[in-house]
């Protein structure tokens, strides 16, 4: 999961930024989606503009982190895998970005759905953003559905517990 989701972010970036000009916006579907070339030298929704170390740190922390997590979880984890795999390749596609691009990464998707004349989703973003949020977004799924909570995992051979009162 993590090449493939890393090839079509920086497959999708290089086509994008080499067909497309700056400053255009070129509609996909009248009204909903459209490609927009931005260079976002923040994190999410451009927050953080310029920190470009701490993001860089940030993302070698979170890949040896998701490593970790992964080398310690369970081999019939399938969904939690693809869930890492795509928080993986999303913070590497972006990674690769501020390492080869002068602190920049490359965005060029944007919803353009308005209401009352006011956009719903005014950022810009990539493939990368996209395999993040839908990344940890299993994630959080996963630990909701954990039958003890995010917490705990329940241990199938240990004694049942009863209570004294």
Not at 43 to 69: D, H, K, N
Not at 75 to 80: E, I
């Amino acid at each position: 999961m993590v090449l493939i989701g890393l090839f079509l972010d920086l497959f999708s970036k290089y086509l994008a930024f080499s067909m497309l000009s700056m400053n255009r916006p070129y509609p996909l579907s009248s009204g909903l989606l459209s490609f927009r070339l931005s260079l976002n030298p923040g994190a999410l929704w451009g927050l953080g503009a310029f920190q470009t170390e701490i993001f860089i740190f940030a993302s070698v922390a979170a890949f040896f982190f998701v490593l970790y997590v992964f080398a310690r979880s369970d081999a019939g984890q399938h969904w939690f895998h693809l869930a890492l795999g795509m928080v993986l390749s999303g913070a590497l596609g972006n990674l690769h970005d501020r390492l080869f691009n002068n602190g920049f990464v490359r965005d060029f998707i944007s919803i353009d759905i308005r209401i009352l004349g006011r956009a719903i989703w005014p950022w810009i973003f990539n493939i990368a953003d996209v395999l993040l949020v839908c990344g940890v977004a299993i994630l959080v799924i996963q630990m909701w559905s954990l039958p003890n909570g995010p917490e705990k995992k329940a241990d199938p051979q240990a004694p049942p517990t009863t209570s004294t009162n």
